[in-house]
């Protein structure tokens, strides 16, 4: 089976390399030639010079996955492809995209006959490795044609995906899979930055995380990577507290008070996250360093005093 993927930054080019090791073929484009002759050289890719060449290449039907960022450059990219595909085609969106774009994404492909996949992708820089959870909004038909795809990018063939419903289920759940994140986020930075304020005691965080992980309630993919750079670095000085926040959390928030359902713990981690920007705290540079863990989100430099 092959397949075209429009977008090859960290997450595009390490589901292309976790594809093309389960011998799907990939023709690829982006806009950084450099990042296509990587893959060119170390994952067999075959490259495509504009998304027109992409289909081009493409035998029909054609799957087209985007893993690009939300906003105008994947609504570029729909209407590119909405007026280069044919009936019968699919474009999977594999970005954090807001759910109701996803809706109006498909039902716009939907009348020239095209099918819409959208593909909330979670796993970060460890993808490739361990594998993607996928939380995906399809049709029946749809979902059928790409799973081979999709169980590929898993963590198992039967684990780590999930068929949500229909076109926008799937970034809908990832956009709430986010809000949990902040808001897990949040509670490890508080309580670990409440007990690095008791000086009197220099209790040693990298071994109280470490111990969690064994047996402990809290134990989770996400405690083991703060117990990993804690066991380097307790005392974060070089990372500036300042946490960015890529959108989920806010349309979490923002779908909470439209439904008016609370949801007062996403909604304060998210107000942390902006009051990381103007503070020195600890707790911040915890949920920076978490950020970079499992995401490979850059921090920045600590400010100079």
Do not use: C
């Not at 066991?231 to 300042?242: E, S, T």
Request: glycine share 12%; aromatic share 6%; charged share 20%.
């Amino acid at each position: 089976m092959d397949f075209g993927m429009i977008g090859l930054g960290r997450m595009g080019a390490n589901m292309t390399r976790r594809l093309r090791s389960g011998d799907v073929g990939v023709i690829g484009f982006d806009r950084n030639p450099a990042a296509v002759q990587e893959l060119v050289a170390d994952a067999g890719m075959r490259a495509a010079q504009s998304i027109e060449d992409l289909v081009r290449q493409l035998a029909p039907p054609r799957v087209v996955w985007l893993m690009l960022p939300a906003g105008a450059i994947t609504e570029s990219a729909v209407v590119d492809l909405a007026d280069l595909l044919a009936p019968g085609d699919i474009v999977v969106d594999g970005g954090n995209a807001w759910y109701r774009d996803s809706i109006r994404r498909g039902a716009l492909l939907a009348l020239r006959g095209i099918e819409f996949v959208d593909a909330g992708v979670s796993g970060g820089i460890w993808g490739l490795e361990n594998g993607y959870a996928l939380m995906v909004g399809a049709t029946d038909t749809a979902f059928a044609r790409v799973a081979p795809l999709l169980r590929i990018l898993a963590p198992a063939p039967d684990r780590g995906l999930v068929h949500t419903g229909p076109v926008g289920s799937g970034h809908f759940v990832k956009m709430i899979h986010n809000g949990i994140e902040y808001g897990m986020m949040q509670a490890y930075a508080e309580g670990l930055a409440l007990m690095q304020g008791r000086d009197d005691w220099t209790l040693d965080l990298a071994a109280i995380t470490e111990a969690w992980r064994h047996g402990s309630v809290v134990q989770s993919w996400l405690l083991d990577l703060t117990a990993g750079f804690l066991a380097r670095d307790q005392g974060l000085a070089g990372v500036q507290p300042y946490v960015q926040d890529s959108g989920e959390g806010r349309w979490t928030a923002i779908e909470a008070i439209e439904r008016g359902i609370p949801a007062p713990v996403i909604s304060a981690a998210l107000m942390a996250r902006f009051a990381s920007r103007d503070s020195g705290n600890y707790a911040a540079r915890l949920l920076a360093m978490m950020r970079q863990a499992f995401g490979g989100h850059a921090t920045l430099p600590a400010a100079e005093d």
